[in-house]
């Protein structure tokens, strides 16, 4: 088939440009002609919060990426639906995540369509965001409406689209699991990765990574540490990510809870080649999220064989098998630090390891591809 996937990716950077270009390189695997169309601006400043929105990393190679997308304006998304009509893929996925690009996929899906050939199948990190706003009400059904079936990387998301829809079974649907990111480099051991941050090996180290918002839960999860300080004299907590929040509300609860010397803080963005020394110093993920539908740094956690602490919200749960590879808790600071103090006092760590090697088998990418085969074959 020619596929073409419309959204985010290379020159910018983050999660969703990670999984868009991983997820052409397995339909190229596969024998697929592929592109990736992307934007020429993708949110304009005033509306992204971090420091950029680009990549200081090389272009992925092998792939064919193009900046067609202008999010903002509406002659522009004529124009790609025009050029998508022409170019007529046998597959459109739109790589859906918040409800600001339901005006330019809904209408780029119309046009693209129209030449009686394309299939639109609509790839859905998030139907409702984590922090929901009008925007959501107004468009996301005239986003829906435009599309042939959707791929949900949660069985929370596949309820969220029915919501959104109204008329469960209008459009097929389908749940296939966030796949491993697997490009990331081989493990590195605690100790090369400790000497690589300049951390002292012996101490325990949790990780909380990813861009830093206010649905992630970080300050449940400072109150939780703050409760158990003294029971785990030698664990810290690494913080790697860059802030969209205030950093100084965080760091003012750092010092109320006694943890200024228990707490390494990294507000910046994480290059890929640098998670291998995050996760390899690692050793508990921590995900204490108040919502979520799933969660890319939970692949990566499978990725490098490192037992995770996620909260049970979401399709969070159905990921992380609870007390088998770790803990699926309640989002409270009691609930987080009871399971914390449970890993390493009870040294768990081997056989929550154990288990995730085993069952990261079944999160591969040639899954998430026969996923959208399965909904334009109607099966």
């Known amino acids: 088939m020619k596929i073409i996937l419309l959204g985010t990716s290379w020159p910018f950077r983050g999660g969703l440009a990670t999984f868009n270009e991983r997820l052409a390189k397995q339909f190229m695997a596969e024998g697929h002609d592929v592109e990736i169309w992307t934007f020429t601006l993708q949110y304009p400043s005033f509306l992204f919060p971090g420091k950029t929105q680009y990549s200081n990393e090389p272009a992925p190679e092998g792939i064919a990426i193009r900046r067609e997308l202008n999010s903002c304006n509406p002659f522009n998304w004529i124009r790609v639906g025009k050029a998508l009509k022409k170019a007529a893929p046998d597959l459109l996925i739109c790589c859906y995540w918040m409800s600001f690009f339901a005006p330019a996929y809904g209408l780029i899906s119309r046009m693209a369509k129209k030449n009686g050939k394309t299939k639109c199948v609509a790839l859905v990190h998030n139907m409702i965001p984590h922090e929901p706003n009008i925007l959501d009400k107004l468009f996301a059904p005239y986003f829906i409406k435009s599309q042939d079936g959707f791929v949900a990387l949660s069985e929370s998301v596949v309820k969220d689209i029915e919501k959104v829809e109204r008329l469960k079974g209008e459009r097929p649907k389908t749940f296939s699991p966030h796949p491993i990111y697997d490009h990331y480099g081989?493990?590195?051991?605690?100790?090369?990765?400790?000497?690589?941050?300049?951390?002292?090996?012996?101490?325990?180290?949790?990780?909380?990574?990813?861009?830093?918002?206010?649905?992630?839960?970080?300050?449940?999860?400072?109150?939780?540490?703050?409760?158990?300080?003294?029971?785990?004299?030698?664990?810290?907590?690494?913080?790697?990510?860059?802030?969209?929040?205030?950093?100084?509300?965080?760091?003012?609860?750092?010092?109320?809870?006694?943890?200024?010397?228990?707490?390494?803080?990294?507000?910046?963005?994480?290059?890929?080649?640098?998670?291998?020394?995050?996760?390899?110093?690692?050793?508990?993920?921590?995900?204490?999220?108040?919502?979520?539908?799933?969660?890319?740094?939970?692949?990566?956690?499978?990725?490098?064989?490192?037992?995770?602490?996620?909260?049970?919200?979401?399709?969070?749960?159905?990921?992380?098998?609870?007390?088998?590879?770790?803990?699926?808790?309640?989002?409270?600071?009691?609930?987080?630090?009871?399971?914390?103090?449970?890993?390493?006092?009870?040294?768990?760590?081997?056989?929550y390891t154990a288990y995730l090697q085993k069952e990261k088998t079944k999160y591969a990418w040639s899954n998430m591809a026969r996923a959208f085969y399965q909904i334009i074959n109607g099966k």
């Open 186 to 351: 081989e493990r590195m051991t605690k100790k090369e990765a400790c000497t690589a941050l300049g951390l002292d090996d012996k101490n325990g180290y949790m990780l909380f990574f990813g861009l830093v918002r206010a649905y992630k839960g970080l300050d449940v999860l400072l109150d939780a540490f703050g409760l158990i300080k003294d029971q785990l004299p030698t664990v810290q907590l690494i913080i790697a990510g860059e802030f969209y929040e205030d950093e100084e509300k965080y760091r003012a609860q750092i010092a109320a809870n006694g943890l200024k010397e228990r707490v390494l803080l990294r507000n910046e963005f994480i290059p890929d080649g640098d998670l291998r020394k995050y996760f390899g110093a690692a050793d508990l993920i921590v995900q204490p999220y108040k919502t979520a539908t799933q969660s890319g740094v939970t692949q990566v956690a499978f990725h490098f064989e490192k037992p995770m602490l996620v909260t049970n919200v979401g399709g969070l749960g159905e990921i992380v098998h609870d007390h088998k590879m770790g803990y699926a808790c309640e989002p409270t600071a009691e609930a987080i630090a009871a399971d914390i103090v449970d890993y390493f006092q009870n040294k768990r760590q081997e056989a």
